[in-house]
């Protein structure tokens, strides 16, 4: 059975960095896309960054470098280092799982987590 647990959110300062974590059980990192997505308040859910299963490529959103998606295939967890945040970084942050999709559509990915806070705010 497929899982994703998402933790490392919180309340952060405008500046700060925070990185998420995406637990992966029932499956292998090898044979699944991961993708983080966010949905901001009164929003639609978005794509930030997704890795690749099968060789690692990157498909990042605009987010002007301040995002990082890494994955430890030993660990079967997925990482979204987000730096210098800003109050509009403010969002639910969702990890997802989908086979080949081969981009950051939300639409590509099968499998979601329930989602962790992230909230930048002085």
């Known amino acids: 059975q497929v899982q994703l647990v998402e933790s490392g959110g919180g309340l952060v300062q405008p500046g700060g960095s925070l990185r998420l974590s995406c637990a992966a059980s029932?499956?292998?990192?090898?044979?699944?896309?991961i993708g983080w997505f966010r949905q901001a308040p009164g929003e639609s859910r978005e794509g930030v960054s997704c890795i690749s299963g099968r060789n690692g490529i990157t498909f990042h959103q605009d987010s002007e470098g301040r995002f990082a998606i890494s994955r430890d295939n030993a660990e079967n967890t997925v990482y979204l280092q987000l730096n210098d945040l800003r109050p509009e970084d403010t969002a639910d942050y969702y990890c997802?799982?989908?086979?080949?999709?081969?981009?950051?559509?939300?639409?590509?990915?099968?499998?979601w987590g329930q989602g962790t806070q992230v909230t930048v705010s002085s």
């Open positions: 029932g499956f292998n990192l090898d044979d699944y896309d």
């Open positions: 997802a799982a989908g086979r080949s999709t081969e981009s950051c559509r939300e639409s590509a990915y099968d499998y």
